[in-house]
């Protein structure tokens, strides 16, 4: 069988712009509350968002250490890349590839996004998330 | 024809807990400059968070002033709440309803914001853009 | 306040390519039981499938008779439209806007169909489910 | 860096009730031709769809032979799982972990066909298709 882990790359963000990158936003995560956590690409080199070339979304999911399976978390959508009735790049709306989103755990574990973009398929980065 | 507008309700979200809460952060919008909003439930009334009632997701759109037809800013799906293999909110993550996005439009127009809860359906609200 | 409801637009699908066409398949619908609703568009007149015009998504919304809020029943995103690294149009893969799923309610009511086009916005159509 | 790969889960469907079962409708895939695909879990053994536990959405990805990157085809979401102001279910709409679609593709390669139960993680199976 065909597996979905070989269609992820990854790489050093500073190096590829197709990497998500993850930041904690506050201090220390501690268990049950909320904490902030901001996903973007392009950080160190920008990637392109024009109506050909695009990121669609980043998706979070979050793997408990010790457990057997992993949760989604988010999934969040850039929908719009300057299409118009007049043609690509024509119009008056894009959507940038970064989020900030808040959530809260009651474990330790590891925080995985992914993203893709709609020519250069799918990327992925984590991040381990420590209790304080 | 019965029509999707009837579904939708709003209300002053000082009162109610379902309303999304549309928060420019930064300065004027500026055309063509990335900028941020915030769009969130709860600000002055918390929603419920649990396994069996949430909010599912956040939907931006944007209607540009003097256009025909609006267009989807993005689609942010909070994921997480609660559920686990040992029964409903035993788990070890939960999505906050909020989320920072960031965009950049090259027309005034309106930013739509909508909220699905999964037992109380389709909520909305909406902010005037004006460019500085 | 700005209002979604006058962001839909409607109209006569033989007419109108932008219209969701809802088939219920099977004969009479029963309450608690599996049954199959066909939705696309473009049945009678075609919509384009390119990289800077197509649709994006169908989403359908179930409003149950006599109930204050209205379901979420399922969104169905239509990803790939040509795009590739060669350009627009030259890629491998177009999804159609055409979509078939498959619910069980347990009471009637009016089933909602919403689609994206990229340039042309939201449309919308309904469907009253009576079961036999 | 902890890798999306060891996320995925297989099996055999006929023994394992997460696996998607892709099934091609019509006969053999034409270069540029549209063609239907049904992607369900439970052929054989049954997967829950109650408030507290079930299948939230299956998503395709289309890797083309010989080309660096996969394509995401569609992602398609459940969303109505019994909830309702009364409780978990007791609600009037179960949507079911069940879709056809429709693409078309210009060259033999590769479908994937993921999906995520709210509890048991991700899933995964694929099919190659040949052009006839
Ligand atoms: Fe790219
Ligand atoms: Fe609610
Ligand atoms: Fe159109
Ligand atoms: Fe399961």
Known sequence: ???MGALYAHDDW???KHVPVIELE???????ELFSVKVSLGKEIAHPNTTAHHIRWIQLFFKPEGDKFAYQVG???FAAHGESVEG???GPVYTHHSITAQLKVKKPGVLHATALCNIHGL???SLTITLG
Chains 1, 2, 3, 4 share one sequence.
């Open 14 to 16: 500073k190096k590829e």
């Open 123 to 125: 990327w992925e980065s």
């Open 75 to 77: 999934s969040f959508e």
């Open 1 to 3: 069988m065909a597996e």
């Open 26 to 32: 506050g201090g220390a995560v501690k268990a049950d």
């Open 88 to 90: 690509a790049d024509t």
